[in-house]
């Protein structure tokens, strides 16, 4: 099967750096609301705790839509298109209504002194979207510097 010509152009100029921190954003296939399903959202949070206990990715910050992930990493051991195909294979697996589409969208973090900007604006995906009015009821997100923060100075990352 070809690849559709989009997804060879996400993969253009893709470098995998270990130590650098990625966004990453991968889509359920036709947008099917998989994790409108807390189970299915749990699950798939499951998964990326897993590939961060095995030191594939170190994960710094995500949300999951329910249709998509959004997902901050500091990239281990595999390369970065492994990494992901390894978590998508995974959660599709433990998830027997998930199908991933192909391809992912990536962008380096170039500057780390914006990691928090950038967790924010990944963790206020819900709000922009209009599924919750307070980043803190809604159940399918975390960023390693939740303990170091309030859920206040979280809130306002719409």
């Known amino acids: 099967m070809k690849t559709p010509p ?19 954003t991968t889509v359920t296939r036709r947008r099917a609301p998989v994790f409108s399903d807390l189970s299915a959202g749990r699950a798939l949070v499951r998964q ?16 999951i839509m329910p ?12 390369s970065l298109s492994r990494t992901v195909q390894t978590l998508k294979g995974a959660s599709s697996r433990a998830i027997p209504a998930l199908t991933w589409q192909a ?11 914006q990691l ?7 963790v206020a995906n819900p709000l922009r979207a209009g599924l919750v009015t307070r980043i803190g009821v809604y159940p399918l997100w975390d960023a390693v510097w939740l303990q170091a923060d309030t859920e206040a100075d979280w809130d306002w990352c719409g």
């Open 48 to 63: 990326l705790q897993h590939h961060h206990r095995r030191g594939e990715a170190e994960t710094l910050a995500y949300v």
């Open 116 to 122: 928090r900007a950038y967790a924010r604006y990944i």
């Open 6 to 24: 989009r997804q060879h152009a996400l993969r253009k100029g893709r470098v995998s750096l270990p130590q650098q921190v990625y966004l990453i």
């Open 103 to 113: 391809g992912f969208h990536d962008q380096a973090v170039r500057d780390e002194r």
């Open 67 to 78: 249709d998509h992930l959004h997902w901050m990493c500091r990239l281990r051991a595999a």
